[in-house]
């Protein structure tokens, strides 16, 4: 096995609810053993900690304190900054799709898709999309997220992708591998589609690979609902919780990694 594939299983144990699942676990198991007040009070913060970052509310003020923020792209900031093509990155697939008979874009994928296709018409710049098959990926996943990708946006859109990277299975392995299909055809200038949340991590990797960056974040971690849902706990709430700490780790981690 290679390392690679430990990650999302260490982000798992690392993240909610999982970690604090575990707490609570421990809380328990302590306070069966002569430890009960300090074991109830752990595990009873660990659910109560769960239950905070279940909120809407507390992933929009993560993503606002914990992330570097980057302002939606202006159209002409694509002219200012000499772009020269769009590059997408793919947010994972649905390996089996049976309404479709074949795999489909995740929901993260098609709207970074929509938000791409609709970039391209307004500008007409050329597209790329960068994603294979992910360490995480389900073994019913035969084709490259790439390749889901372009099936997509010709079929929605009515767009072709000029390049389309199908071996890279995280956003280091996105730079890495993108960086020369497009320096191969004169590209040193993208603009960047990906989430938000993802945009510090993704915009630093192809930089570093070389690449001249103009960030079009999308998918904004912004409160949705009225006030008094946005602080009811919900799967949605903690999903997005999680994409945050998972980011904020991860650019933790980087720092910390030697150069």
Same mark, same amino acid.
């Given at each position: ?65 914990? @992330? ?7 159209? #002409? ?35 970074? @898709? ?30 490259? !997220?790439? !390749? ?16 389309? !990277?199908?071996?890279? &299975?995280?956003?280091? !392995?996105? #730079? ?47 409160? #949705?609902?009225?006030?008094? @849902? ?24 980087? &720092?910390?990694?030697?150069?």
């Amino acid at each position: 096995m290679e390392l690679g594939a430990l990650k999302p299983v260490l982000a798992a144990l690392v993240l909610p609810p999982v970690s604090l699942l575990l707490l609570a676990l421990l809380g328990l198991v302590l306070a069966g053993y002569n430890r009960k007040k300090s074991g109830l009070t752990l595990a009873t913060l660990s659910v109560l900690l769960l239950a905070l970052l279940s909120c809407h509310g507390s992933a929009v003020w993560l993503a606002r304190t914990l @992330l570097p923020q980057f302002a939606p792209l202006a159209l #002409a900031g694509l002219k200012a900054q000499n772009v020269q093509a769009i590059v997408i990155l793919g947010g994972d697939v649905q390996p089996e799709a049976p309404e479709y008979g074949r795999s489909q874009p995740s929901a993260a994928t098609a709207a970074r @898709l929509r938000y791409g296709a609709w970039l391209a018409r307004q500008s007409g710049l050329p597209l790329a999309f960068s994603g294979g098959r992910g360490w995480a990926a389900h073994r019913a996943q035969t084709e490259s !997220e790439a !390749e889901v990708a372009a099936r997509a946006l010709q079929q929605d859109y009515g767009l072709a992708l000029r390049w389309r !990277e199908t071996q890279s &299975r995280d956003t280091a !392995e996105n #730079a890495r591998l993108m960086a020369p299909l497009l320096r191969q055809a004169g590209v040193q200038r993208i603009a960047l589609v990906t989430h938000a949340w993802h945009m510090p991590r993704a915009a630093l990797a192809f930089e570093k690979a070389g690449l001249t960056v103009t960030p079009a974040p999308m998918g904004y971690v912004l409160p #949705a609902q009225s006030e008094l @849902l946005e602080w009811l706990p919900s799967a949605q709430g903690l999903q997005a919780s999680r994409q945050v700490m998972r980011e904020w780790l991860a650019l933790a981690a980087g &720092r910390l990694r030697p150069a």
